[in-house]
């Protein structure tokens, strides 16, 4: 099972968003791909931050109550999110998982760019997979 790999069960080609989007278009891209957060690039797809529901939530509600201007993603996201790479062991990073709580890992290739992601729901998928392939 240690051989099982991050770029075997990651999502390819994931949503992710640029850096000055307003808040309302982060919001969007959330609820569209019915994701909890996204992985912030810049122009040369390289991960810069991250962004949750959450935080989206809590920006909107403070900049409705102040009547301020809208805010950008880079107003609100992480600037240092926990990333994984293409060759990590899934089963490195289920127990990772168990000790943190991030729910969804930008994956990066050898670059230090976005090529994947990868959700805790992917991993328990492929260790039950696994699992029953060996049982």
Known sequence: MSSLLVRDVM??????????????GVVETLLNHHLTGLPVIDEGDHVVGFVSEQDCLK??????????????????????????????????IAEQMLKQKPKIYPVLDGN??????LVRNQVLKAVKNNRQRAG
């Open 59 to 92: 920006a909107l509600l403070v900049s409705s109550y102040h009547a301020e201007g809208a805010p950008k993603v880079e107003d609100v996201m992480h600037p240092d999110p926990l990333t994984v790479d293409l060759d990590d062991s899934v089963v490195d």
């Open 11 to 24: 999502a390819k080609h994931p949503p992710a968003i640029r850096l000055g989007t307003d808040l309302t």
């Open 112 to 117: 230090r760019r976005l090529v994947g992601m």
